[in-house]
């Protein structure tokens, strides 16, 4: 089976999920079976279908998991919105439709590659110019300053930065790997590159996390500073960055502790939830508590006590920070495994398609993606579940957020591009080793006869 072929077969279960899902809550609701409740389905698949048949045109040898496992995550999430609240969750559908165009626009624009390599500064000071707008234009909510409204939309700019970012990092790193993996000098006798190489990456860098602290959050200062240190780990293969940069984000962070009244709550409810359980700690309780209400099995979709008879979310921000609460009350302890279980199968997918790439930048910018979305999915898991103090941060694919939906497909195409690439490069190869090298002296076999038309060589090239 083409893995085209095998991509749609395995979009199959996200449209039954989603017709299921949509069915039950009808019967909930209205406590009768509607048409309108089992068309969504088809309207997913519809959505998905477009996008799978660009994609057979657009990158027709890409990974044939991850879009299955996108709209799997998608579809979960629209459905425990709509359960939420009916009117985000069209919100929600509008956003999903926006990300799909998105999802193609940048399989189009991205091909190949390298030509986004070509242009790693200007993406670099797009990224950070995007934090500056947030700084000097966005506002306040819940401690953190991430929203900008532009035209009556709001939307955060920080998650298309942390694209734009990783690109940079990739570009960069695949240029001077091999002269940062050496080192020239000695500082308390820890072995360094040459500063001309590491400067340019150290500075964007500080500037960027330099930026966040403005910002307020440090749940996204950590998904910038993950991504650099996987990155470089890749491209090295030293363990000392890995060391020295943990080392220095558990220093900032003690900073932004003492400086933030935000961050230090955050950690204090973390430690004791139970000290302040009717304001500061009361998110997190009603998180422990739905989660244990679910059991094992869940008591049933629909069926959750986290909505009031009048409409009212017992848990504030459910929909984005606690929507993974919503889940494991309602499918339980099997659901909410299945949902972790999809990101670990997302993030084994995206590090394949790394392992496979024989291009450095490809390589890189795609162990760069997988590391930034699979830590984004740890840090909002971990803190739902009082892992991690919780950093506000979305769920990707699940939670209520246009930005995070879009910013999210774009990656996807990324990744997906990228995967394409490294399986037509492997085929080249394969191909090549059949063939077998060109000999560098033809050996003449005979006499010529006839002149030019007499001579025969052996091997390629006659």
């Not at 934090?131 to 000097?136: C, D, N, S």
């Amino acid at each position: 089976m083409s893995p085209r072929n095998r991509e749609l077969l395995f979009l199959l279960p996200a449209v039954l999920v989603t017709t299921i899902g949509f069915a039950t809550i009808y019967i909930r609701e209205a406590e009768r079976l509607e048409w309108a409740s089992l068309s969504y389905g088809g309207i997913f698949l519809g959505l998905f279908g477009l996008v799978h048949v660009a994609e057979r045109f657009l990158a027709s040898q890409a990974d044939p998991y991850l879009l299955p496992i996108t709209a799997l995550l998608s579809s979960l999430g629209i459905m425990m919105i709509y359960r939420l609240n009916p009117d985000l969750a069209l919100q929600q559908a509008v956003w999903l439709l926006v990300g799909l165009g998105v999802f193609v626009f940048v399989l189009i624009v991205a091909r190949p590659l390298a030509r986004l390599a070509s242009y790693k500064y200007l993406l670099g000071l797009a990224g950070i110019g995007l934090l500056l707008f947030t700084v000097l234009f966005g506002r306040e909510v819940y401690g953190a300053r991430l929203w900008v409204r532009v035209a009556g939309i709001g939307f955060q700019p920080p998650e298309f930065a942390k694209l734009f970012l990783v690109v940079f990092f990739a570009a960069y790193l695949a240029d001077v790997r091999e002269l940062l993996a050496v080192s020239t000098r000695r500082i308390l006798g820890i072995a360094f590159p040459p500063l001309k190489y590491l400067g340019p990456l150290l500075a964007l860098w500080g500037l960027a996390l330099a930026l966040m602290i403005f910002l307020r959050d440090l749940g996204t200062s950590l998904l910038f500073f993950g991504a650099l240190l996987a990155l470089m780990y890749v491209a090295t293969s030293r363990l000392l960055y890995v060391v020295v940069g943990t080392g220095l984000f558990a220093g900032g962070a003690t900073v932004l502790y003492q400086l933030f009244p935000h961050v230090q709550r955050r950690v204090d409810v973390w430690l004791d939830p139970w000290a302040d359980v009717q304001d500061a700690g009361y998110q997190i309780v009603q998180s422990l508590f739905a989660l244990a209400e679910g059991g094992l099995t869940g008591r049933g979709l629909g069926q959750g006590f986290l909505i009031t008879p009048s409409g009212r979310t017992l848990i504030p921000a459910l929909e984005t920070d606690f929507i993974f609460s919503a889940i494991g009350e309602e499918l339980g302890l099997a659901g909410a495994v299945g949902i972790v279980l999809l990101f670990f199968i997302f993030v084994w997918r995206g590090l394949r398609i790394a392992l496979a790439s024989s291009d450095d930048f490809v390589r890189l910018l795609s162990a760069g993606l997988t590391a930034i979305f699979g830590l984004q999915a740890f840090l909002i898991l971990g803190g739902v579940i009082k892992l991690i103090p919780l950093t506000g941060i979305t769920l990707p694919f699940v939670s209520y957020g246009g930005s995070s939906i879009v910013a999210n497909f774009a990656l996807l195409a990324l990744l997906l591009r990228a995967s394409h690439e490294a399986t037509r490069q492997e085929e080249a190869r394969l191909e090549a080793a059949v063939r077998g090298p060109a000999p560098e002296n033809p050996v003449v076999v005979g006499p010529p006869a006839g002149g030019l038309r007499g001579l025969r060589t052996e091997g390629r090239g006659t």
